[in-house]
């Protein structure tokens, strides 16, 4: 039996929620006007010495958390391939999560001279340090997971979804690491192209979910068979 359509509703719900959520690095030149949408990371708004940085680092952890709850649950209830893309957004979650709760950086290289002379000796904090890798493991969790949905979109409408958001993420993703190389004004508009690209896949993520198809069907217990009366013994 196909799940019912509310049992379905909630997780795409929920997704669609981690999309919006996730873009809390808008109401940046609102709340931090300094950095703005295109002046440096977008992780730089939650630094821990930057103004309104808990509602940045808040943005992202709620969105990993209910990231990673969804996932599970989709990874569990799901049947064939979207297994894999559940389980990259749990690991998209679990990264990100991390990202605003525990490796936050410690200040903003881009707008603070001293910061980034100190993050060029290493001389920040782990958590500084250990920021730029959680945000590449939440990067690659989203990747993959979208590389996964790809591959069960069938109909033509979706696929042109599926790769318009796929083409946004890898765009944003290769300029921002080669910007990284030799940084230059582009580097936090391109950034921010990447960030589009993720909040996509968590919308094309929540319309997958809430198809009749991404869950696992209920397996009813067979029903014993019985000799009908009257027969030969």
């Not at 997704?15 to 703005?36: D, Q």
């Not at 939650?46 to 808040?58: K, S, T």
């Not at 950086?105 to 001279?113: E, Q, R, V, Y």
């Amino acid at each position: 039996m196909s799940p019912s359509r509310p049992a379905r509703a909630l997780p795409a719900a929920a997704l669609a929620l981690a999309a919006v959520l996730y873009c809390s690095w808008l109401l940046g030149p609102l709340l931090n006007p300094a950095l703005g949408l295109t002046h440096g990371y977008a992780s730089e708004l939650a630094a821990r010495d930057q103004p309104w940085h808990l509602v940045f680092g808040l943005g992202d952890v709620l969105t990993g958390v209910v990231a990673v709850v969804v996932g599970a649950l989709l990874a569990v209830t799901s049947r064939g391939a979207p297994r894999v893309a559940w389980l990259g957004l749990v690991f998209f979650g679990a990264a990100t999560a991390l990202d605003g709760g525990v490796t936050p950086m410690d200040c903003s290289p881009s707008t603070d001279a001293q910061c980034a002379r100190l993050e060029g000796l290493g001389g920040l904090s782990w958590r500084h340090e250990a920021h730029s890798v959680t945000s590449s493991l939440a990067v690659a969790g989203g990747v993959v997971s979208l590389i996964a949905i790809l591959a069960v979109l069938r109909t033509p409408a979706w696929r042109r979804w599926g790769i318009a958001v796929a083409v946004v993420l890898l765009a944003g993703t290769v300029v921002t690491l080669v910007e990284t190389i030799d940084p230059d004004a582009t580097l936090g508009a391109w950034q921010r192209v990447q960030l589009v690209g993720l909040s996509g896949w968590l919308l094309l993520a929540a319309a997958v979910a809430a198809r009749p198809g991404s869950r696992a069907p209920r397996r009813d217990r067979p029903r014993p068979t019985t000799d009908a009366p009257g027969g030969s013994g």
